[in-house]
């Protein structure tokens, strides 16, 4: 039961991460650090007050930096790596005992792919909302990511199955709207 509540837990930071990588981070720190949620054993680390400072420090800086239009493009790029090395690392801390194999492969797939295609997603968004706006929206879509981020951690902390379930249907939303893109004719074809 432990590690399926693990998994689901991994799967909503892992999402939350998508939308802003060091809010969940710092999320699972606090939570790590008070005992909400167990941690594997190498994974203590994650709940050290110099851990919960990074990463809050960190946290701050890249929800303001992504309130400057030409900054948040060069962010979505730069930390979308980031976002998937979050995604696994918060998946595997959540698995506790389990197989190095099985968690290092699940974290990876699962947290890596879940966090990935999060992030891809939503620098579609703002990618499709930047070009007729000139940029002027942006702002509307990072307070968006953040408080979704936000959100999505307190979930996951709290109430895991509901987490796995949003992170699902986000999933969900994001594969079909890039079916939906890939089936149009080119224009002027």
């Known amino acids: 039961m432990e590690t399926l509540i693990g998994v689901l837990v ?12 060091f809010i969940p981070l710092l999320g699972l720190s606090i939570a790590g650090h008070y005992q909400v949620i167990p941690l594997g054993e190498s994974f203590q680390w994650l709940a050290s007050w110099q851990a919960m400072l990074a990463f809050g420090v960190a946290g701050v800086l890249e929800v303001g930096a992504y309130y400057i239009p030409w900054l948040d493009h060069a962010l979505d790029a ?11 690392l918060m998946t595997a801390s959540t698995l506790g005992d389990t197989s190095p194999l099985l968690k ?21 968004l703002r990618a499709a909302v930047s ?27 709290f109430m895991a199955p509901v987490a796995f379930v949003i992170a699902l249907w986000m999933l969900y939303r994001i594969v079909k709207r890039f079916l939906q893109k890939r089936g149009k ?3 002027g074809a």
Do not use: D, K
């Open 104 to 124: 290092w492969s699940f974290a990876i797939i699962a947290g890596g792919g879940v966090s990935s295609m999060v992030h891809l997603g939503t620098s579609a």
């Open 78 to 88: 730069v930390l979308a790596p980031a976002a998937a090395l979050a995604g696994t």
């Open 10 to 21: 991994g799967i909503g930071l892992s999402a939350a991460s998508g939308l802003r990588v």
């Open 185 to 187: 004719p080119p224009q």
């Open 131 to 157: 070009l007729p706006t000139g940029g002027l929206a942006n702002p509307v879509v990072s307070s968006g990511e953040g408080l979704g981020a936000i959100a999505m951690t307190l979930l996951a902390v």
